[in-house]
């Protein structure tokens, strides 16, 4: 099946955004080049929604690559903080950005709280150019719970309290081929590829 173009830059710095995403696009013969590689700086992230943010990332990456570019805008939403960390959840403790700091306020957060019910959000967007009218977009959400300590020394973020419902691990004890499969992260790519093949019809 041909795609509508061979090469992609994500949006991106985080390497482990980077090694998921890559993986998830392997199987389509595209080449996936970070935005790294053609020192584009991190974009603006001024707005209070994810797919907002994700746009503004994809777009300033393909403006300054002229390639097509994919970004996602990605956090954890825990429900009796009304959604938060939400799209602060890289930088909830603060500057510099450190994911220690964050799973420490989140633990902090949730201190005496016995509703923890919580989940991973992703918006994945893609522009073919950086003036495209009509990006892709697809949506992920992978339901959970927030642990009272870190499991697991695996993935980034808030993975180690980040307790997944179905599988009673939490997402830094998953293999990462199964992480992949199950995380917000894995449904919107999976969903934004379909999209994909459909336009290569």
């Not at 954890?76 to 950005?97: D, F, T």
């Not at 020394?153 to 939490?170: N, V």
């Amino acid at each position: 099946m041909a795609m509508p173009f061979q090469k992609l830059v994500i949006a991106s710095g985080n390497l482990g955004k980077l090694k998921e995403i890559q993986a998830l696009l392997q199987p389509l013969s595209i080449e996936v080049l970070p935005q790294s590689a053609f020192n584009v700086t991190e974009a603006e992230e001024p707005f209070a929604t994810f797919i907002e943010n994700a746009l503004a990332k994809a777009r300033h990456a393909s403006r300054h690559t002229g390639l097509p570019a994919l970004a996602d805008d990605s956090g954890i939403c825990v429900n009796v903080l009304q959604g938060a960390p939400g799209v602060y959840s890289a930088r909830y403790a603060g500057e510099p950005k450190s994911d220690e700091r964050n799973n420490q306020k989140l633990l902090q957060s949730l201190e005496n709280q016995h509703d923890r019910h919580a989940y991973y959000y992703c918006a994945m967007v893609l522009v073919r150019h950086a003036d495209d009218p009509q990006p892709l977009i697809a949506e992920g959400i992978w339901q959970g719970e927030i642990l009272q300590a870190p499991r697991g020394t695996g993935g980034f973020g808030y993975d180690p309290l980040f307790l997944d419902a179905k599988t009673g691990q939490s997402a830094a004890e998953l293999p990462a081929d199964i992480k992949n499969r199950i995380s917000h992260r894995g449904h919107a790519l999976t969903k934004l590829v379909q999209q994909l093949e459909r336009l290569a019809l």
